[in-house]
């Protein structure tokens, strides 16, 4: 398996642009979870989907931020319209249900998709 | 309380020292425990699950104590391959992980 694949790695957009981080997570895996990083907030769960249905989005900051995951191979978040403070690495993540003897393999985490909005 | 909390450090240590890092939580109900390591400008890479009973992989030593709510890690002969940001998960609810802000380590020769 490839792993989890976020693209694209880099995004560099103007203020109030429409941007979107795509992520195909690991074949077989059941949740697929979002997360933002910066220096000064750390690791932030943004939202996560079990089954392809949204679970918990409270991490979403507002309504600029949406996600879908329209089947088990691919998510998106968007953030439209974007801006200065939206610049972060995003994550995408993917595992197996809590449930699963499997879990105990703890998350995947793609490579990233590192956005810069000026 | 910060549901997940770790002492950022930064840890700078010789090769050949030991280590040990901990790190607490506020959900009494957690069940599922990890450590992960983040090198510069990488992901959050998987280290180590966490067992009720303790675990031991190599040089690494995880252990777990439910009553006062923390989980530690212990690195022994440290490498200089082992600089990176180690962090500390917890499960709150469900499928919900928490990650703690991490600890820099540093190890020099």
């Known amino acids: 398996d490839a792993g989890v694949i976020q693209s694209p790695r880099h995004e560099v957009t103007e203020m109030g642009q429409e941007v979107t981080l795509r992520c195909k997570p690991i074949?077989?895996?059941?949740?697929l979870f979002w997360y933002r990083q910066t220096m000064m907030r750390g690791l932030e769960l943004l939202i996560y989907?079990?089954?392809?249905?949204?679970?918990?989005d409270s991490g979403m900051p507002e309504d600029r931020f949406s996600a879908k995951m329209p089947n088990a191979s691919f998510s998106t978040l968007k953030i439209q319209p974007s801006e200065p403070r939206d610049s972060a690495v995003y994550f995408c993540?993917?595992?197996?249900?809590?449930?699963?003897?499997?879990?105990?393999?703890?998350?995947?985490f793609g490579s990233g998709t590192r956005l810069t909005v000026v | 309380r910060k549901e997940v909390e770790q002492d950022p450090g930064p840890f700078n240590v010789p090769e050949g020292a030991t280590v040990a890092f901990n790190c607490t939580y506020s959900?009494?109900?957690?069940?599922?425990f990890f450590w992960y390591r983040q090198d510069c400008r990488k992901e959050p890479k998987l280290l180590m699950s966490?067992?009720?009973s303790g675990n031991e992989d190599g040089r690494f030593t995880a252990q777990l104590n439910r009553a006062s709510q923390y989980i530690s890690l212990l690195i022994r002969d440290s490498k200089l391959s082992d600089s990176a940001t180690y962090l500390c998960?917890?499960?709150?609810?469900?499928?919900?992980?928490?990650f703690g802000a991490g600890t820099r380590l540093t190890v020099k020769p």
């Open positions: 993540a993917s595992s197996f249900l809590l449930d699963s003897p499997l879990y105990r393999y703890g998350y995947t």
């Open positions: 074949s077989g895996h059941n949740s």
């Open positions: 989907f079990n089954n392809n249905v949204p679970i918990d």
């Open positions: 959900n009494s109900a957690s069940q599922s």
């Open positions: 966490v067992y009720s």
């Open positions: 998960v917890v499960n709150m609810k469900g499928d919900d992980m928490r």
